[in-house]
């Protein structure tokens, strides 16, 4: 006699899809095996909520299954959790159970060779280093795969078995009745912290972790035009794997220091220009500094402080390309503070020029006139 997976859903025959899924959340949080107080029983029961979810949620199985009372090969092969082969349906009850969180924490089952953890160096360089690019050789110790066992932390000869408090999965539930229903606590597995398995006989090298720090020594080439908070990765140069996982990489974070003299912003470079009044007056060819030596500048006769001057293709080089920023010279007029003899001359003779052209007073002057004495 077939089962009748209507009447193990508990739907009625002509149920629609959401009134199955709905029927099946019902039954699979009451029979999981995990939060059922008769195991046994549970786990049989459970077994057969899950068949019948299977066929009734696929529209061509379920047909197959209204029309012939049963379907060809059954509910998917038995064997792992619970015996149910969807995709759908075992992320169904994660979702329920873990609250989605499948992957995260200890959940997942910890016993596959898993990849090594990439690693950070903060290097500093200075802003020519920046311009120019460098080769930096670097230091620093990182986990590396136990040549003695080849990275499974047991001793050449000897195996490494599943762990039998956890069953291999690296974690441990635990079930709390509370007024406000079931709650299901998931923690690290306490004999194997998580790894699933259990190194009976463990590797004298490393004493079982499959991994030994070990210092290293690389040589990093950085690119011309990189900027503070670039990164450069290093493939394959982090924490080793384990179990025969592959390693991480490094990554090599770019600090590069302020410069005296040049503010950088993109690829364009700023720099203050200090010019004499004269100079900013009368118009002036300066000799401004960039990075690959001084540089020529041209200020027209009038200019005023505060002035910006484009340079370009001075700046900095872009990392991939051939192209290059511009230097921005913001010019800054300054007054001496101190004059000569002979410079004082030249300076009175100008500002009694200047005061003959009424025309040519500036806003100070006329309120320097109104204070006049009369
Ligand atoms: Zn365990
Ligand atoms: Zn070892």
């Not at 398995?197 to 020594?217: A, D, K, Q």
């Not at 035009?225 to 990765?233: C, K, T």
């Not at 004499?276 to 027209?300: M, N, R, Y």
Request: hydrophobic share 30%.
């Amino acid at each position: 006699m077939p089962t009748d997976y209507y009447s193990v859903l508990g739907v009625e025959r002509d149920a629609s899809e959401t009134g199955i899924k709905r029927a099946y959340r019902g039954l699979a949080r009451k029979y999981h095996p995990d939060v059922a107080e008769d195991k046994v029983a549970a786990e049989a029961h459970f077994k057969e909520i899950n068949e019948a979810y299977e066929i009734l949620s696929d529209p061509q199985k379920r047909q197959q299954y209204d029309r012939f009372g049963s379907v060809p090969n059954g509910a998917g092969a038995p064997g792992g959790f619970g015996g149910f082969s969807s995709s759908e349906g075992i992320s169904d009850i994660f979702d329920m159970f873990f609250g989605g969180a499948r992957g995260g924490g200890g959940a997942q089952r910890a016993a596959g060779p898993e990849r090594g953890s990439d690693l950070r160096y903060d290097l500093q360089i200075t802003l020519e280093e920046a311009f120019t690019g460098v080769e930096r050789e670097i230091s620093f110790t990182h986990l590396g795969s136990c040549t003695t066992c080849a990275g499974s932390g047991a001793k050449p000869g000897t195996l490494v078995s599943r762990c039998d408090r956890c069953g291999g999965t690296g974690a441990m539930r635990s079930v709390r009745q509370t007024p406000l229903g079931q709650f299901v606590t998931q923690t690290t597995c306490t004999k194997c912290g998580g790894e699933g398995t259990f190194i009976p006989t463990p590797c004298e090298t490393c004493r079982g972790r499959g991994r030994i720090e070990r210092p290293r020594t690389l040589t990093v080439k950085i690119p011309a035009g990189v900027d503070d908070g670039s990164r450069i990765r290093v493939s394959g140069s982090g924490e080793g794997g384990t179990r025969g996982g592959p390693p991480g990489d490094l990554y090599v974070y770019l600090n590069v220091a302020p410069h005296r003299i040049f503010r950088r912003e993109g690829n364009d470079l700023h720099i203050d220009v200090p010019v004499g009044f004269a100079q900013a007056a009368l118009g002036a060819t300066l000799e401004v500094a960039s990075l690959d030596g001084p540089t020529p500048l041209t200020i027209g006769p009038g200019t005023q402080t505060g002035s910006l001057f484009r340079v370009r293709g001075k700046g900095m080089p872009t990392v991939r390309g051939s192209s290059r920023g511009d230097l921005l010279a913001t010019v800054h007029v300054s007054v001496p503070t101190r004059l000569t003899r002979r410079g004082r001359e030249l300076l009175e003779e100008y500002a009694a020029i200047e005061s003959e052209h009424a025309d040519d007073r500036t806003f100070f002057d006329r309120v320097k006139d109104a204070f006049r004495p009369e």
